[in-house]
């Protein structure tokens, strides 16, 4: 079965400094891979998704993530952190079901606090 | 409305009681999902609509979960029962096709008291 891991539970980046939040999956085949972002109280938002193609995938809000077979990792990268970035993040990974749809599977989420 | 629209935002319910969460998801989205978020954790799938059918229900995690969505648009998720580990964020996701991004409501929490 696929699962995700995320490392870190909880990072803290001062304003202005580069981010990279870690990401680790397990999965048999080429992943669909994604990472989304939650503020409190707010549903999650797609910030950048990898299907096939160029490793390096560019999403909204700045943020960059590279899938890395080798490592089986898909790290978001961000290189100047806003103080409007605080909130969680969830890295997935998709797998087409018998029912024609892909299931997300959810790491536990990555809490970012902003220093200004 | 232009997200997909989650009521109640918050819910009570006392062990033993029943409760229904609804979902208003984007207009023309096909299919739909539902999944749990327990404090602490990342989303959990539990069931997959496409249209008015239920094409996976193996999240569920017991037979007192029962989700519909009879008419391919608005869906309800309902427990019966209520447990305390119930408990959780009920999030609804929508997407136009099997192949598009989900938008996701603002989900429902539940607390059983």
């Known amino acids: 079965a696929q699962s995700v891991t995320q490392p870190d539970i909880h990072i803290t980046v001062s304003e202005g400094a580069s981010l990279e939040l870690r990401c680790n999956y397990s999965y048999g085949a080429t992943p669909y891979l994604f990472w989304y972002v939650q503020s409190p109280g707010q549903g999650l938002q797609l910030l950048l998704k990898y299907f096939s193609g160029d490793t390096l995938v560019q999403g909204i809000k700045g943020f960059e993530a590279e899938f890395k077979r080798s490592q089986s990792s898909f790290n978001l990268r961000k290189p100047s952190v806003h103080w409007s970035d605080a909130a969680e993040y969830f890295c997935?990974?998709?797998?087409?079901?018998?029912?024609?749809?892909?299931?997300?599977?959810f790491g536990k989420g990555t809490k970012l606090s902003v220093i200004p | 409305g232009a997200g997909v629209s989650q009521s109640p935002r918050y819910k009570v319910a006392k062990r033993g009681q029943d409760v229904a969460l609804r979902c208003d998801p984007i207009?023309?989205?096909?299919?739909l999902f539902w999944y749990q978020q327990a404090l602490g954790q990342g989303p959990e799938f539990l069931t997959y609509f496409q249209n008015e059918a239920q094409l996976d229900k193996s999240g569920l995690p017991s037979d007192r979960f029962f989700a519909e969505r009879p008419e391919g648009s608005v869906s309800t998720l309902k427990i019966q029962r209520t447990q305390q580990e119930d408990s959780a964020v009920y999030l609804c996701?929508?997407?136009?096709?099997?192949?598009?991004?989900?938008?996701f409501g603002n989900g429902t929490r539940l607390t059983v008291t």
């Open positions: 207009s023309g989205h096909v299919s």
């Open positions: 996701a929508s997407s136009l096709s099997n192949n598009s991004p989900l938008h």
């Open positions: 997935a990974v998709g797998e087409y079901s018998g029912a024609g749809s892909y299931q997300l599977t």
